[in-house]
């Protein structure tokens, strides 16, 4: 896992928190093979943010396998905690806060908010949302994204705090880079 500028650990946990730019759409899925076979090492991996951690040597027909079995997983599905600055959103249990004041959000807002978390300085088309967050029936022509991002930008900003969400005139959505928070970390969320 050692690579010519850091560990697969350090790229792993550079790729799911930002830092590494990427190509519009879901983020990648990780599967990590490696020679490192200590279960450390296999935690630490899968911690990080590997979706997968196989240990060489290993049957080619196992290697097939797992990466059939990750390319059907909804890509979106596979960070059950996501982290952008201040923000924490964890998937699995519906809760988003921002440093230590939880955020109360309907569905769409946390399901907008998760969208641009998978995304991080990303700007994202109005069109996009509609077509991914919202179902087959929604009228492209509604007032609906405007109006969701909206409510979500004044829950994700209260007075004093940084901007979090800022709309691209002509272009879309984004989440501003901000720094993480200084409240330190929930208490139930992993940091």
Same mark, same amino acid.
Do not use: C, S
């Given at each position: 896992m050692t690579l010519p500028d850091g560990t697969g650990f350090d790229l792993t946990r550079a790729i799911r928190g930002g830092q590494v730019p990427l190509a519009d759409g879901d983020p990648p899925?990780?599967?990590?093979? *490696?020679?490192? @076979?200590?279960?450390?090492?296999?935690? *630490?991996?899968?911690?990080? @943010? !590997?979706?997968?951690?196989?240990?060489? /040597?290993f049957a080619i027909i196992e290697l097939s396998a797992r990466i059939r079995a990750l390319l059907r997983r909804e890509a979106r599905e596979a960070a059950a905690v996501?982290?952008? @600055? /201040?923000?924490?959103? &964890?998937?699995?249990?519906?809760?988003?806060?921002? @440093?230590?004041?939880?955020?109360?959000?309907?569905?769409? =807002?946390? !399901?907008?908010?998760?969208?641009?978390?998978?995304? /991080?300085?990303?700007?994202?088309?109005? %069109? %996009?949302?509609? %077509?991914?967050?919202? &179902? =087959?029936?929604? &009228? /492209?022509?509604?007032?609906?994204?405007?109006?969701t991002v909206g409510t979500l930008r004044r829950k994700l900003t209260l007075d004093g705090e940084d901007p979090a969400l800022e709309t691209v005139i002509g272009r879309g959505y984004r989440l501003r880079e901000l720094p993480a928070s200084v409240d330190g970390p929930v208490e139930g969320v992993p940091a």
């Open positions: 899925r990780i599967l990590m093979l *490696t020679a490192r @076979g200590r279960l450390t090492d296999r935690v *630490t991996g899968l911690d990080v @943010g !590997a979706d997968d951690y196989l240990v060489k /040597p996501l982290v952008h @600055g /201040p923000i924490r959103l &964890d998937a699995a249990r519906q809760l988003a806060w921002r @440093g230590t004041r939880e955020l109360v959000l309907t569905r769409k =807002e946390f !399901a907008v908010l998760r969208y641009l978390m998978n995304r /991080p300085a990303y700007v994202v088309p109005a %069109e %996009e949302l509609l %077509e991914h967050v919202w &179902d =087959e029936n929604a &009228d /492209p022509f509604t007032q609906t994204v405007r109006v």
